[in-house]
């Protein structure tokens, strides 16, 4: 089969390392001198996507005279630009030259040039996963095994994602396909599948490729088919993804010659076959002369696989896998010419082979196993002092809540001494002011009572017809608001229009009332404190228009969202008291001012002079106005 990594890191991780170069130079902290460099680098990404080694190799050599000419300059911007352009150079001469040997050198160099770089945890991993990847191409299977564990593990400590990851484990699951540790290989592609939804395409065609030469290796011939035409289909309309798209097709066209699908096989291996001879890739094409030379065979057509054969020797390649593809189609093609000898010097020399790769890989997985091992127990430790610190951090945190705990349950416990306190404060007024509103209302009883019967009975006397409903009423309705501080105006009113009859009897025709409502107010909808409007009239008639008559008027009207009452009488005036100092507008005051606490719009009144004489009370009340301050005492 195509080998699969050299496709798969090359266009995967490689070509990631080459766009970390681009934006690394792009940065604000590189010197001024080093700007020019990112066109330079941009371009060496674009000939490598395009691979196109000679300007490739230009480019990179623009870059080393670069540095070159600021060898001595030690500046971090510098470092990172020598380091990413030693990991480039290594990717060329594997990628390019293919001297994967070359590749690890100026890997490791690059490597060393970034100890001690802050910021560079990604470019690291992506040098550690090149390196794996060029000993997986050196044969050194075990060693690329552990490589990409190692990216693993600084991924892991590093705290990178899934994203960086996947390439990783990619690369892990093709070292242990291609050594042979089915069992391995196995349980990475499986945790690789569950991550599939998240790849991206490129990371989900080499994983489709990869596990189609896992399942080839193992001689199951329809998954890896289906493996490759997935793998196919997801670049097929990509023009920078050419080699990926004909070194799928490449590995199809050898399945289904294993499957015995000539038709199938013989369009795919012709288009393969030509675009691999079109880029000069010395290695695919001896790969894609070996499927001819069996597809040939498959078709019965004896002398072109001859043909074949000939003009592509088996000693042209050194790459072992590819040899023993070409040493069994020899041994093939010997025996259906009737070429037993040297139909067994093949087989001889294929055994040989074989099983020195089988040895080799024997060794290689019983290395991963030590190397696999020695990690499992540095994880170990890791994974030990990691939850050791995971402890001490707990620990703390639980002490520290257990303080913020205490601190809050202080807090609250004092929070809820002074709340009860003050609901305790805030009951006591609310009955000290029901207490005073109740004597306000009983203050009729005596007084009042006494000059309405007084007044009945002088009446009485005259012959007059005795009528004590009004009073009647008046004082059922102050029994039935007793214990009331909210009321509605018109109840409010009708209040008041039982007492200005009472006292107007008394003051005959010197008293003339009037209500004045505008039609835009709804009195049974107005809400206000109990008594306070009463309390207002009562004010009025009394120090005002008691002795001398005079007019009352009571005045309703919407003012924006608020309702407007006003009592006005043409009294004598305020005089020198402070009307403050009666009794019942102590109450109304205070009755307010602890309404108010409880609601973000507030009710306001007051009480001054009018001209060109007489008093003016009001009253502002908010049309949503919560009293649910009694319901809490």
């Not at 003339?512 to 009562?538: G, W």
Request: glycine share 6%.
């Amino acid at each position: 089969m195509v080998n699969p990594t050299k496709t798969k890191i090359r266009t995967g991780i490689m070509l990631v390392a080459l766009t970390s170069i681009a934006s690394l130079l792009s940065c604000d902290d590189t010197p001024t001198t080093a700007i020019p460099m990112q066109q330079t680098m941009d371009s060496l990404k674009m000939w490598y996507t395009q691979m196109e080694g000679d300007s490739m190799y230009a480019a990179s050599t623009r870059i080393a005279q670069f540095l070159e000419q600021h060898q001595d300059d030690m500046s971090e911007p510098v470092r990172r630009l020598r380091a990413e352009w030693l990991k480039a150079k290594g990717v060329y001469y594997t990628a390019i030259k293919g001297q994967p040997d070359s590749g690890l050198v100026y890997t490791e160099q690059a490597l060393a040039e970034m100890q001690g770089l802050k910021g560079m945890d990604e470019i690291r991993v992506l040098a550690m996963a090149n390196r794996a990847d060029f000993y997986r191409q050196l044969g050194q299977l075990d060693r690329s095994a552990d490589g990409y564990l190692q990216a693993m593990q600084t991924a892991d400590s590093t705290g990178m994602g899934d994203e960086m990851k996947i390439p990783l484990m990619l690369g892990i699951s093709t070292a242990y396909t291609f050594m042979g540790d089915y069992a391995n290989s196995q349980r990475w592609w499986q945790r690789l599948g569950t991550l599939l939804p998240t790849m991206q395409r490129g990371d989900q065609f080499i994983y489709y490729n990869n596990l189609g030469n896992d399942h080839y290796f193992q001689a199951q011939y329809q998954e890896a088919r289906d493996c490759f035409l997935k793998a196919a289909a997801l670049v097929k309309d990509d023009e920078a993804k050419l080699w990926d798209y004909y070194t799928s097709l490449g590995n199809l066209g050898e399945i289904y010659i294993c499957l015995e699908q000539a038709d199938s096989a013989r369009q795919i291996i012709s288009e393969a076959d030509s675009f691999f001879r079109r880029v000069n890739f010395p290695p695919l094409i001896y790969y894609m002369a070996t499927s001819s030379m069996k597809l040939k065979m498959l078709e019965g057509d004896i002398p072109a696989a001859q043909a074949i054969a000939a003009a592509s020797p088996k000693d042209d390649i050194s790459i072992p896998a590819a040899k023993v593809l070409r040493l069994q189609a020899l041994e093939q093609l010997m025996k259906k010419t009737g070429r037993w000898q040297e139909a067994t010097e093949i087989h001889d020399e294929l055994h040989q082979l074989t099983d020195s790769i089988q040895k080799k890989q024997s060794a290689m997985r019983m290395s991963t196993q030590l190397l696999q091992y020695k990690h499992d127990k540095q994880l170990m430790a890791q994974q030990q002092e990691i939850e050791q610190q995971q402890m001490s951090f707990h620990l703390a945190l639980a002490l520290l809540a257990i303080a913020l705990l205490i601190i809050v349950v202080t807090v609250v416990l004092y929070q809820l001494h002074r709340r009860r306190h003050r609901l305790q404060e805030i009951t006591t007024q609310q009955q000290i002011i029901v207490l005073r509103m109740e004597n306000i209302r009983n203050r009729i009883t005596p007084h009042f009572i006494y000059n309405a019967l007084s007044h009945e009975m002088l009446a009485q006397m005259d012959g007059k017809a005795v009528d004590l409903s009004a009073l009647t009423q008046l004082l059922r309705r102050g029994v039935d608001q007793a214990d009331m501080l909210e009321t509605t105006l018109s109840e409010e009113l009708r209040f008041v229009d039982y007492y200005v009859e009472i006292e107007g009897r008394q003051m005959g025709n010197k008293l003339h009332y009037e209500k004045v409502i505008a039609p835009d107010v709804a009195p049974e909808e107005v809400h206000l404190p109990a008594m306070t409007i009463q309390i207002f009239v009562e004010n009025a008639i009394k120090h005002g228009l008691q002795r001398q008559g005079g007019e009352l008027t009571i005045r309703v009207n919407r003012q924006g969202d608020s309702t407007l009452i006003e009592v006005i009488d043409n009294g004598k005036g305020l005089g020198n008291k402070s009307p403050m100092e009666h009794t019942g507008l102590k109450v109304v005051r205070q009755t307010i001012q602890i309404l108010n606490e409880h609601n973000h719009q507030q009710i306001t009144f007051g009480i001054a002079n009018w001209q060109p004489s007489g008093c003016r009370a009001w009253l502002l009340v908010p049309s949503e106005y919560n009293y649910s301050i009694i319901s809490q005492s």
